[in-house]
């Protein structure tokens, strides 16, 4: 009777594993074909007159261009966000409800970030001083691409009638693509 129970178990055991197996194996095929991977090699950066703002290629900017600017109390001009691959050739971003531009900035105090569009976003200066941003492409809990830390120098203070860029000339229906509370800020979080 106890080699019975032995068997029983062990056999229940077996089943059980091999379902759950089964079960872990079909959710990771089919999480792996439904979820792909953005792959980029660098980063573009360009201002809205597509004048080149910052760029990065397999983690080494472009040191003619090493630092963002953008004035206390003023809002930056649009930015454009391009990828590269193994090419140095730009690519399109992700399409997909899955991918998102996220951001990390190392002294929030300094300055903000406000996402315009899915791909693009305007610096928001706080006030006087630098720190650093790292952009990245999100998918769902981790991120798939990274810029290294960037630059951004925060200058003197302006009235607004003073920004060179104004943030009324942006539509107010665009309001709803500057929705930065949708981006991850992710200063605890380091993938």
Not at 79 to 102: G, Q, R, W, Y
Not at 160 to 173: N, Q
Request: net charge negative; glycine share 4%.
């Amino acid at each position: 009777m106890k080699t019975f129970k032995t068997l029983s178990v062990a056999l229940l055991g077996t089943i059980l594993s091999v379902f759950f197996v089964a079960c872990s194996d079909n959710s990771n095929s089919t999480s792996t074909e439904q979820h792909e991977h953005f792959e980029a090699e660098g980063w573009n950066l360009y201002w809205g007159d597509w004048q080149l703002a910052y760029s990065v290629y397999r983690g080494k900017a472009d040191s003619s261009i090493e630092v963002m600017h953008v004035n206390a109390n003023c809002m930056s001009e649009h930015i454009h966000v391009k990828f590269l691959d193994d090419n140095k050739k730009e690519v399109e971003p992700p399409t997909d409800d899955e991918h998102s531009l996220a951001w990390e900035i190392a002294d929030e105090k300094i300055f903000d970030v406000h996402s315009c569009g899915s791909w693009g976003f305007h610096l928001k200066g706080v006030k006087e001083g630098e720190t650093t941003l790292i952009l990245k492409v999100n998918h769902h809990d981790h991120a798939d691409a990274r810029t290294p830390a960037i630059r951004v120098v925060v200058d003197k203070a302006l009235d607004a009638e003073e920004c060179p860029f104004h943030e009324h000339h942006h539509d107010d229906d665009e309001d709803e693509d500057h929705d930065h509370d949708h981006h991850d800020h992710e200063h605890e979080h380091e993938d």
